[in-house]
């Protein structure tokens, strides 16, 4: 910590503030282009923040148990950490997170901090649906974590750290060095399981929009929903961030973080937009098939060629 | 005197085969005497020295050149012992058969095979 | 059936086994270093005449004990398997005429011969088992002619108990007073080839007889009659 | 010295007079005989203790001459030592038989003493006629006497018996004189001395037959089914006399005969004594009845005993004869004595035909003798079998007669299964009827026993150089078990006391890694036993076994030497499986459990056997010394320890251990006792580092199956429904793990493991508490019965969550130091499929564990548990203390990782940096005081957020939830618990069918089917046996290659 506590936490706040707001328009513009796909108008892009700002304003809330009250804070509490632990802007001070606190292991399974909070709040809701949405996310989780952590492994033995903001530093100098071109299988490989990740088609069944209503929020609503929804956007980023200091070079300043973010929400909004769904058992094995022999193969000619 | 012995050989051999192949309980024991019996012909036929007498001094046998004159005491001592147990077992056996036709009420071996395995 | 044929099978196998007994093994042609050494010494050293009975009563005195308490055991055994009383009524033939008048003649002589042969034992062929057996072979005559006659338990009794424990007596004296455990010496030998001679020998085979021939009649008598 | 000739004047003479005296009466009578057997027995006494007082061997002479012309007889030490038991055994057995003697005709007394003379005569003549003669006596007393009982099963084995009996005698006859005829006397020491003449084809015949006899006696495997017909069959008090001195007298006239054989046939009669052993216990495999069962085990151990007297030939050193305790056949020999005869006893006092009726009625002494029995002869420490076993598989390494190890370790499993598995269930067995069983027939049982213990210092010279402290395992059980009248709680509360002193006493000792397993079994058994406090009913053994497990373990860390190890080693695995066998449905698991330690024990014995043979030391030290053995010593031991830690392939008895264990048990089980292969590990990557066995690098094999075993664990604890059975599989999942990193070889991986492994032990035993404390409640322990427990169980929940979130290995707890720890070394060697592979199976841990407190605490309460109370104080404590470490350390990870790596680093150098909180290596850096900073940090944000607004929210009932209108049915179908993650199974499901545990059944059936086959050869006709023998006979021969 080079500078003061109170200056880093304010830091820390324009940060998770430009994230939040970014990721949560990120969504909204994500609503607006399948809505356009679909030859329907749309929401404005700007309807998250109206949402969010509408059910923290609601007067009442009801609560079923301490764990159901804690559940979103788990969540948001999740999302900011895994954010926070993240370099959300190569050389930048403001947006230097607290990276200091740990390498990419620790944002990979921070990442679970939320789920597994979330997962906990909302089943002491007791409804049914909540505990199945739970079930198919996690199973699915752990399916798309394989071919992920394998192209994260591969990236670690590229690059010979853990370090984020050292394997940003070895991918500039020219979009060559970007790891989607240094070590395309890799990169693949977490692409894919980026579908899984951010639960679009065809791995949306854990929200399952027909079936289930919405999956382990079910029961979540007003000011708790509110923080869900921030959280989303806010993760949404966090993930983002993530890939693109892994994959794509990393931003060196707030525009390229912009249009980096974006290019790659787009791919995984594209990809949604054209396939329909798989089954849960479906997804866990396409996510244990294809993409992990991709993974295996990244490690193998990093590791041993 | 090999052919004392030959014979004794042949008799435990008969002896033998009856106890294998006998199914009465009696034969049985009397396939085993007859073993015993060949085992007895056995050993005194091993003491015997061809031409020479008992060993027992009399006028005839003075101590002194007994050792070329006499045949081996010990065989004679040792079937004596031998005779008596044989004795023993087959009266034993016996009565063991006594007492199985009693509680059973058979003399064929193959009637006491309740306990296997 | 394939008992059978493996018993056959197998007992000729073993038959095959002995065969070099007896092809391999030449006759005896002279004495063996322990038997030499009882020729040559046997009589003075016991000075008894019959050497086999020295053998039997001295040197391998602990055998022939051992062979008496067999005799014992089974005396014991048979008393012991036959133990649950189940009197059948049996009908008995009654002897004959000439059995009865034949023991009645032959018994005396019978005994008296087998007393004989147990105490010349040592100098004559023969012995306290020959004759006990002999004995007893008395007192199977006289079962046979008179079937209400049965030997008296107790006397019976009283005579194997007491020779056996005189036997042993015996061998004590000969291990405190002479040279070992049934040392026939701690008597004076005697005149060789004299009834009073080798030492304690005529007397051990004399118990030897006597044991032999009570048990010997205990042994028939139990499996005759199955007492009570 | 009293002339033992006056043992046969004792025996003949109060033989010859009983029928005399008896008409005095019975008492009497039975007056002089217990006297005579008393007199005969103070004889031997003297004579053994002065030949322990350094006396020379004594030559007996009879009818005043010199061997040969006369009968001699020999007393030396073994002579002297057979006899004190044979006599022991006599008394013994006459106590036992009172009751019979009392009311059977004088002639069983006759017998009796003529038998016991029989025996004393084999032991000590040294004439080869003799010999017969004492023979006979012995058989048909024997033969007599097993007319005691008389029924048409008890004669027909009689009869059988005879003509074995007969055939044998007539053979010995046959040899006998031939051995005269040839070598022209009959005095064994002077035939012995003129050995070559027996060369000839006549004089190998002679022998073969006399030797051959008396393997007939021995009841060689397969030529013995009249004996086991008379074990059968027979009053117990006799089959007792038969196993055990009729027996003794049989071996040793065998051991007498031993020089006489041409030293090429040692070996083909080694594999005939060893093929008994292993196919009699095979055979035994199978057997309903008990004192059956009991003849194949005294057969096989007679075939093990003949086996050893020859292979002890071999050793030089052994012979000599002021040890003659502490070789190995007097061992053998005093075990199987007391323990086989003991146990006929204990079956004519039970008196229930069928082993599976068994049952002790009450009776704690009946138990107490039937465990030490069984355990001495399975050859469990201390009995004299375990010092037996353990010299004689040393000695065979040691004279490179390696082979012989198997047959020894197969037969002993065989036989182990059989007897423990008969332990298990008659423990176990309900009891109900109440007997009344006379005094006298307790007494022998009883004093056998007592020898059986009480002869343990006579194993001195195997200690020499052994801390005592390796026995206060036994002591402490002992106190504890002394204190039995104590309040339930105050005996715990001594145990825990004991456990703290014995801290105390050993902190000083232990240092470095060792001084960190030491603080986990320590201080981890206190806490953990806090929670068996709860209840003050008595638990009869439970604290002695506990306190016998923890010591044990803190030990093994301590050991030394391979002695004290494999000592300490088979305590645990003694204590911990009667731990299970108290589990309610413990019998099963319990077996499979031993057979797989007992198992796992005897390829570290062959291990250290081996290690012995190449060094000639027993120090551990030694395993970095060796050369020619290293490769399979390395193999041996990797494979011993992979079954402890139940790793992939051999893990099938750990769920069933762990969930059949008493629910107070199990934490210590899995927190503990299961880190005991850990330190296994690292001993021998510690003395031995890498090895290479052809293109494979022996610790990269050993990582694989570390991960697959975390894989498979992880997958298994998915799927199951009881949440024991789930924890179970969750512990074997970590172990792969720590194998795994412990395989790395690397100061990292190290640490790594003791890391995980001190950490695991914290929240295993958290959550295997809490289940304890639910189930105390609840009395369930599948899953989806529970439901919605967390308002009534608040403290339980909280501490499942902090352990859940801890094992997952999500920041900020603790469990997240390990997996970052195992991922950094794991890339820093160059693993990185394997890292790929953990990290996979680290993702499917969320599964279980999100299960294991959602099924429990979450969703739907179900309207039985609506009146459930929090567990009890004595649960709740130690999971705080547990709680408080993990916070603790999840805070403050120099607390423990500095300690750890400075422990390793005497072992491999760091390239580790420190920066304040900050651990750097080569690849990342980690900051776990910074992170909890954040985290607190952020969580606070929104929290804040919430509690502002608090008063707006509504507490709703349970069933006021969102349901499309409709009102859900009931909490058992509302709430969503059973075959939880039903898609996973079907997508992978199939990786986990029970193909293992099928393959281990098989194995088992398999045995069981060879065992069925193989007995058929015994088909009851005394016929068939006598060919039997002749066969026997034949083939031995032929295969002898007489020429």
Do not use: C
Not at chain 1, 269 to 275: E, K, L, P, Q, R
Not at chain 4, 65 to 76: A, D, E, K, T, Y
Not at chain 4, 89 to 110: C, F, H, Q, T
Not at chain 4, 373 to 396: M, Q
Request: avoid cysteine.
């Amino acid at each position: 910590m080079e500078h003061g506590l109170l200056i880093s936490i304010i830091y820390a706040f324009i940060s998770l503030s430009v994230a939040t707001i970014w990721g949560l328009l990120l969504g909204g513009i994500m609503m607006k282009v399948v809505a356009r796909a679909h030859g329907r108008f749309g929401p404005p892009f700007w309807q998250p923040i109206i949402d969010i700002i509408k059910n923290n304003a609601r007067r009442t809330s009801i609560s079923h148990g301490i764990m159901y009250f804690l559940g979103p804070v788990f969540r948001i509490a999740g999302g900011m950490g895994t954010f926070l632990f993240i370099p959300f802007i190569y050389g930048s001070m403001v947006f230097g997170n607290f990276s200091f606190a740990g390498d990419l292991f620790l944002v990979m399974y921070f990442i679970f901090f939320g789920q597994l909070g979330m997962a906990l709040g909302a089943g002491e809701s007791g409804h049914p649906y909540s505990a199945i949405g739970v079930a198919r996310g996690l199973s699915q989780m752990t399916a798309f974590e394989l071919p992920f952590a394998l192209s994260i492994i591969s990236i670690v033995i590229q690059y010979g750290t853990l370090n984020i903001t050292s394997i940003v530093a070895a991918q500039q100098g020219g979009i060559l060095h970007w790891t989607l071109f240094t070590n395309p299988l890799a990169t693949i490989a977490a692409l894919i399981a980026l579908q899984g990740m951010n639960m679009h088609n065809p791995f949306s069944i854990v929200i399952a929009p027909q079936e289930i209503p919405i999956g382990p929020p079910t029961e979540y609503h007003s000011n708790f929903l509110g923080l869900l929804q921030t959280n989303r956007g806010l993760f949404n980023i966090a993930k983002l961030a993530l890939f693109m200091n892994l994959y794509f070079g990393g931003a060196t300043n707030l525009f390229s973080m912009l249009i980096k973010t974006f290019g790659i929400y787009m791919i995984t909004v594209i990809v949604g937009a054209s396939f329909p769904r798989f089954r849960t058992e479906q997804s866990i094995r396409f996510f244990l098939g294809v993409p992990t022999v991709i993974g295996i193969l990244a490690v193998l000619v990093t590791g041993y060629f | 005197m090999t052919i004392i012995t030959i014979l004794g050989f042949l008799l435990i051999i008969i002896g033998l085969w009856g106890m294998l192949t006998r199914k009465h309980l009696f034969r049985i024991i009397l396939g085993f005497s007859i073993i015993d019996t060949g085992i007895h012909l056995v050993i005194v036929s091993l003491g015997y020295i061809k031409g020479r007498t008992a060993p027992i001094f009399d006028a005839d046998l003075s101590p002194i050149d007994a050792i070329n004159r006499i045949v081996d005491p010990i065989p004679s001592a040792l079937v004596l012992t031998a005779i008596v147990i044989g004795l023993a077992v087959t009266a034993l056996m016996l009565v063991y058969v006594i007492q199985m036709h009693r509680h059973k009420g058979s003399l064929e071996i193959s009637d006491y095979e309740e306990l296997k395995w | 059936m394939i008992k059978r044929f493996f018993s056959l099978i197998f007992v000729v196998l073993l038959a095959l086994v002995f065969l070099p007994l007896v092809t391999e093994i030449k006759p005896l042609s002279e004495l063996g270093m322990t038997s030499a050494k009882y020729a040559e010494d046997g009589a003075a050293e016991l000075g008894a005449a019959n050497l086999v009975t020295s053998v039997v009563v001295t040197y391998r005195g602990l055998d022939t004990l051992g062979e008496v308490t067999v005799l014992f055991i089974t005396t014991a055994g048979i008393g012991f398997m036959l133990r649950r009383k189940t009197i059948l009524p049996e009908k008995k033939r009654r002897a004959s005429e000439i059995l009865k008048s034949g023991t009645s003649f032959l018994l005396p002589l019978i005994i008296l011969f087998g007393v004989y042969i147990f105490v010349h034992g040592h100098l004559t062929p023969g012995g306290g088992f020959q004759g006990g057996v002999v004995i007893a072979s008395a007192i199977v005559l006289l079962m046979l002619s008179d079937i209400n006659m049965h030997p008296d338990h107790n006397i019976l009794n009283w005579l194997e108990s007491l020779s056996g424990a005189f036997y042993v007596i015996m061998g004590i004296l000969g291990l405190i007073l002479a040279g070992g455990f049934l040392d026939n010496r701690f008597l004076p030998l005697g005149e060789f080839g004299k009834i009073f001679s080798a030492g304690a020998i005529p007397v051990i085979y004399s118990l030897i007889g006597l044991k032999v021939g009570a048990e010997l009649v205990g042994i028939l008598n139990k499996l005759g009659r199955e007492d009570k | 010295m009293v002339n033992p000739i006056y043992i046969f004047v004792i025996a003949l003479f109060s033989a010859f007079l009983l029928p005399v005296i008896d008409k005095l009466g019975r008492k009497v009578t039975l007056g002089v005989f217990y006297l005579s057997l008393t007199a005969i027995f103070a004889v031997t006494l003297l004579w053994f203790r002065a030949f322990g007082e350094g006396a020379l061997i004594e030559n007996i002479f009879t009818a005043g001459s010199l061997p040969p012309f006369s009968i001699n007889l020999r007393m030396g030490t073994i002579e002297a030592f057979i006899m004190l038991f044979v006599n022991f055994g006599a008394l013994l057995g006459a106590i036992y038989l009172y009751g019979k003697l009392l009311e059977n005709k004088v002639y069983a007394l006759m017998l009796f003493l003529t038998l016991i003379m029989g025996v004393n005569g084999l032991i000590m003549t040294r004439d080869i006629f003799n010999i017969f003669v004492f023979l006979e006596i012995t058989s048909i007393s024997l033969y007599a006497l097993i007319g005691i009982k008389q029924d048409a099963r008890s004669l027909g084995a009689g009869f059988k018996y005879i003509i074995a009996g007969g055939l044998a005698s007539a053979f010995l006859l046959l040899g006998i004189i031939y051995v005269y005829r040839i070598t022209g006397n009959l005095n064994l020491d002077l035939i012995i001395s003129e050995n070559p003449l027996l060369l000839s084809k006549g004089g190998l015949i002679a022998l073969f037959l006399v030797v051959v006899a008396f393997l007939i006696e021995l009841k060689p495997w397969p030529a013995n089914g009249w004996a086991l017909d008379v074990y059968e069959a027979a009053e117990p008090g006799i089959s007792a006399m038969v196993a055990s001195l009729v027996a003794a007298g049989m071996v040793f006239v065998f051991y007498k005969f031993i020089p006489l054989l041409p030293h090429s046939w040692h070996g083909m009669l080694i594999l005939f004594g060893m093929l008994t052993f292993v196919f009699s216990n095979l055979t035994g495999l199978k057997q309903k009845n008990a004192r059956r069962l009991l003849g194949y085990s005294s057969i096989a151990q007679m075939g093990l005993l003949m086996a050893v007297l020859l292979l002890v030939r071999r050793f030089n050193d052994a012979m000599d004869i002021r040890y003659a305790l502490s070789d190995i056949a007097a061992a053998l020999f005093v075990n199987h004595f007391l323990a086989k005869a003991g146990l006929f006893w204990l079956s004519g006092i039970i008196n229930k035909e069928k082993a599976r009726d068994w049952s002790f009625n009450k009776q704690p002494v009946l138990v107490l003798l039937f465990a030490v029995f069984i355990f001495a002869l399975v050859g469990l420490p201390p009995f004299p079998g375990f010092w037996a076993k353990w010299t004689l598989i040393t000695k065979l390494a040691q004279y490179n007669m390696i082979g012989w190890i198997v047959p020894i370790i197969i037969g002993s499993l065989l036989e182990a299964a059989y007897l423990l598995r008969w332990f298990g269930a008659t423990i176990k067995r309900e009891q109900t009827e109440q007997v009344i069983i006379p005094r006298y027939k307790i007494l022998p049982p009883l004093l056998a026993a007592i020898v059986l213990v009480i002869i343990f210092p006579s194993f001195a010279p195997y200690m020499t150089g052994m801390k005592t402290m390796f026995f206060f395992p036994l002591l402490a059980a002992a106190v504890l078990w002394l204190l039995d009248v104590m309040p339930e709680r105050m005996r715990g509360m001594v145990m825990i006391l004991i456990l703290a002193a014995f801290g105390w006493y050993i902190y000083p000792l232990a240092k470095g890694i060792v001084l960190i397993f030491e603080f986990m079994f320590i201080a981890g058994g206190i806490v953990i036993s806090l929670a068996s406090l709860n209840s003050a009913r008595p638990k009869q053994g439970y604290w002695e076994f506990l306190v016998m497990l923890i010591m044990s373990l803190a030990l093994i860390p301590l050991a030394k030497s391979s002695m004290e190890f494999f000592l300490a080693w088979e305590f645990m695995t003694v204590s911990s499986w009667l731990l299970i066998l108290r589990g309610k449905n413990g019998e099963k698991p319990a077996l499979t459990y031993i057979m797989f330690s007992l198992g796992a024990a005897l390829l570290i014995l062959t291990a250290f056997a081996l290690s012995f043979a190449e060094t000639g030391e027993l120090g551990l030290v030694l395993l970095s010394n060796l050369n020619i053995y290293a490769i399979p010593v390395y193999i041996l031991l990797a494979l011993g320890f992979l079954v402890k830690a139940a790793a992939m392939g051999v893990h099938i008895w750990l769920p069933g251990a762990y969930s059949e264990a008493e629910d107070e048990v199990t934490p210590i089980f899995a927190g503990m006792m299961s880190k005991i292969s850990l330190w296994g590990f690292i001993l021998l990557f510690g003395y031995m580092g890498n090895k290479v066995l052809g293109i494979f690098e022996l610790p990269v094999l050993l990582g694989w199956i570390g991960v697959f075993t975390a894989f498979f664990g992880a997958l298994m604890a998915v799927f199951q429904e009881d949440i024991k059975y789930l924890l179970a599989y969750s512990s074997m999942s970590q172990l792969g793990y720590m194998i795994l990193s412990v395989s790395l070889l690397s100061h990292l991986g190290w640490t790594t493991a003791l890391y995980m492994s001190v950490t695991h032990l914290f929240f295993k035993g958290m959550l295997f508490l809490a289940v304890a404390g639910i189930v105390s409640r609840i009395g369930t322990t599948k899953m989806y019965e529970m439901g919605g427990l967390i308002k009534k169980m608040p403290a339980s929940f909280i501490s499942v969550l902090i352990a859940i979130i801890a094992v997952s290995g999500v920041p900020p707890l603790s469990g997240f130091g390990g997996k970052w720890l195992l991922y950094t070394a794991l890339i820093e060697k160059g693993w990185y499929l394997q890292a790929g592979l953990s990290f996979f199976a680290g993702a499917i841990a969320f599964l279980y564990l999100f299960r294991l407190i959602h099924t429990i605490f979450l969703g739907q309460l179900k309207a039985r548990f609506r009146e459930v109370k929090e567990a009890s104080l004595w649960y709740i404590v130690p999971q705080f203390i547990f709680v408080g470490a993990i916070m603790a350390i999840s805070m403050f990870p120099n607390l423990i990782l500095k300690p750890i790596m400075a422990a390793v680093e005497t072992q491999f150098p760091s390239h580790v940096n420190w920066d304040g909180y900050t651990v750097i290596t080569a690849l990342g850096y980690w900051n776990g005081n910074a992170v909890m900073m954040i985290t607190m940090g952020v969580f606070m944000v929104p929290l804040i957020w919430l509690l502002v607004r608090v008063n707006m929210v509504q507490k709703v009932e349970q069933f006021n939830i969102v349901y499309a209108a409709e009102r859900p049915d009931r909490p058992e179908t509302t709430h969503f618990a059973y075959n939880f993650f039903a898609h996973y199974q079907k997508a992978i499901g199939f990786l986990v069918k029970e193909q293992i545990t099928n393959f281990w059944n098989s194995v088992s059936e398999w045995f069981h089917s060879l065992s069925a086959t193989f007995r058929h050869i015994y088909t009851g006709n005394g016929q068939t046996y006598a060919l039997h023998i002749i066969i026997y006979i034949v083939v031995l021969y032929s295969l002898l290659g007489v020429k």
